[in-house]
C-alpha cells in the first residue's frame, strides 16, 4: 500500500506493509527520500496496527528532536533518548545513565505533566515532585532501546537521586551542545537536608577474603576486586583498566588512557609485588569487560551476606581507612587515592622517587597478603554453586571425618 492507502499517517511518515513481500505480517514505517526518489521502510517489530502506533510517533519525535527547537516545542523524552543513544550509552557508567534516564521517563508518565511533556515545563516544582517521587515506594515500567524495562524501589538514598539528577541535567546540556535547543532549564540539586551522609561502612579482613574468593572462577570481576585491594583506586577506573597500556613496572597508572583528564585525580601508583603476579598474566591474557558491576556486585553481596548498603567502593573506602590506622601519614594516603593532585612539575618527578608512596607500599603488602591468607581460609571452608536458573549460592564444604584409632 501506498501513502494514500494507509491506515495511519503521521506527518512526513506512514505505516505500511513492505512491497518487496519480506516480511508480510510486521508493520514498516514508512518516508520518501527524494534524493533517492524512493520509499524508506524502518520496522516497527509489531504486527498489530495498535501497537505500531506508538513507535512510528515516537520514530516522528525523535526526528523533530535533532532539530533546533524552542523550549515549548522541544519534547523532554526524544532529548533523553537521544542524549543517550549519542553518549551516555559509550561511557563507563552507561547502566546508571540509563537508569537514571528511564527513571525520570518512568516519572513523567505518570507525573501531571505527562509523557509529552516539553523542556519549558521542566520548572523546579516538577523536579522537586521527582525527588520526592523517587525517594518513597514507586515503581515504573519504561520501554527503552526496543526492551520494556519493569522497576519497582522501595525508595531511593539522596545521594542516588541526586545522580539521576545529575543524569538528566546533562542530557539536557547536550541537547544544547548538539543544537537542538537554545538553552537547559535548571535541574537543582538534592537539598542538603536530604543528602546521604557519607557511608562509613568498612569490610573485615575476613570478609575481603570472602570477597576475593568468592570471584575466584569469574576472572574479569576477580582481577578489578583485586586491583581495587592492591592500589585502593575508583571502581570506575578499575573497570577500564588495561595494564598493557598503563603498566610500566614499577609504576601502574590508575587513570585511563582513553579518559580526559579531568578533576577527579587517579594517580600513577606503584605496584606492590604480590599484585605484580596479576598484572603479568592479565596483559598475557586479557579478559572481556565486567559485564554488568552492578549484576557482578549485587550476587556476590546477596551470596556473602554482606550489609545491603555496601558497594564496591566499600573496598577503597576499607583500604584507606586500614592504612590510617597502621600508621600511614595521611599525605601519602591522600596521594594513593587521588584526593591531592600534585602540580605538574612535581607530578612528574615524584612518581619515580623511590620513597615514593613507600609507607603505603609496604602496608598495602601486608594487607593484600592477608586478605589473601583469609581467601585460602574462605575457600578451604566454602563452596560457590548455582543450579538452573536458581541465585548463585555458597554452602560449607563438609568436614572429612577423623576415626580415632587405638595405637
Not at 517521587?133 to 538514598?157: D, E, Q
Not at 600508621?327 to 623511590?354: C, F, W
Request: proline letters at 7%; charged letters at 25%; one cysteine or more.
Amino acid at each position: 500500500m501506498g501513502r494514500d492507502t494507509s491506515p495511519y499517517i503521521v506527518g512526513d511518515y506512514w505505516l505500511d506493509k513492505r512491497r518487496d513481500g519480506k516480511a508480510p505480517d510486521i508493520w514498516q514505517i514508512a518516508s520518501y527520500a527524494p534524493k533517492s526518489r524512493s520509499v524508506i521502510y524502518r520496522s516497527t517489530k509489531q504486527r498489530s496496527l495498535e501497537d505500531a502506533k506508538p513507535i512510528i510517533h515516537a520514530t516522528v519525535e525523535k526526528v523533530r528532536a535533532r532539530k533546533l527547537q524552542p523550549l515549548d516545542e522541544a519534547k523532554v523524552i526524544p532529548q533523553l533518548i537521544l542524549a543517550y543513544e549519542e553518549h551516555g550509552r559509550h561511557v563507563d557508567s552507561a547502566v546508571t545513565i540509563a537508569g537514571s534516564l528511564r527513571a525520570f521517563v518512568g516519572f513523567l508518565m505518570q507525573d501531571e505533566i505527562g509523557s509529552n511533556a516539553t523542556v519549558a515545563e521542566l520548572t523546579q516544582s516538577v523536579i522537586a515532585r521527582f525527588i520526592k517521587w523517587r525517594m518513597a515506594p514507586h515503581s515504573h515500567s519504561v520501554p527503552w532501546f526496543g526492551k520494556v524495562y519493569n522497576h519497582t524501589s522501595a525508595g531511593l538514598r539522596g545521594e542516588s537521586v541526586q545522580r539521576n539528577l545529575v543524569d538528566i541535567r546533562a542530557a539536557l546540556n547536550h541537547a544544547v551542545a548538539a543544537g537542538r535547543i537554545p538553552y537547559a532549564p535548571k535541574i537543582q540539586s538534592m537539598p542538603t537536608s536530604q543528602r546521604s551522609m557519607p557511608r562509613d561502612l568498612r569490610f573485615t579482613v575476613e570478609q575481603l577474603g570472602a570477597i576475593v574468593g568468592f570471584t575466584k572462577d569469574d576472572i574479569a570481576t576477580h582481577r578489578w576486586i583485586l586491583l581495587m585491594i592492591a592500589t585502593a583506586c575508583r571502581p570506575e577506573a578499575g573497570l577500564s583498566m588495561i595494564p598493557a597500556d598503563q603498566w610500566q613496572p614499577p609504576l601502574l597508572d590508575i587513570h585511563p588512557a582513553s579518559w580526559p583528564r579531568t578533576k577527579k585525580h587517579n594517580p600513577v601508583v606503584p605496584v606492590i609485588k604480590p599484585f605484580a603476579m596479576v598484572l603479568k598474566a592479565w596483559v598475557k591474557s586479557p579478559h572481556p569487560p565486567v559485564r554488568s558491576r552492578r549484576t557482578a556486585w549485587r550476587t556476590l553481596r546477596r551470596a556473602l551476606e554482606l550489609p545491603a548498603d555496601s558497594v564496591p567502593k566499600t573496598i577503597r573506602h576499607t583500604i584507606a581507612t586500614e592504612l590510617r590506622r597502621r600508621g600511614v601519614p595521611a599525605q601519602e594516603i591522600s596521594g594513593l587515592l587521588g584526593h591531592v593532585a600534585m602540580n605538574r612539575t612535581t607530578e612528574v618527578y615524584a612518581k619515580y622517587d623511590p620513597n615514593y608512596l613507600a609507607n603505603a607500599e609496604s602496608t598495602l603488602t601486608t594487607i593484600y597478603t592477608e586478605v589473601m591468607a583469609a581467601s585460602e581460609a574462605w575457600l578451604a571452608d566454602h563452596l560457590r554453586t548455582k543450579v538452573g536458573n536458581k541465585p548463585t549460592i555458597v554452602i560449607d564444604k563438609p568436614k572429612e571425618n577423623v576415626e580415632n584409632t587405638k595405637a
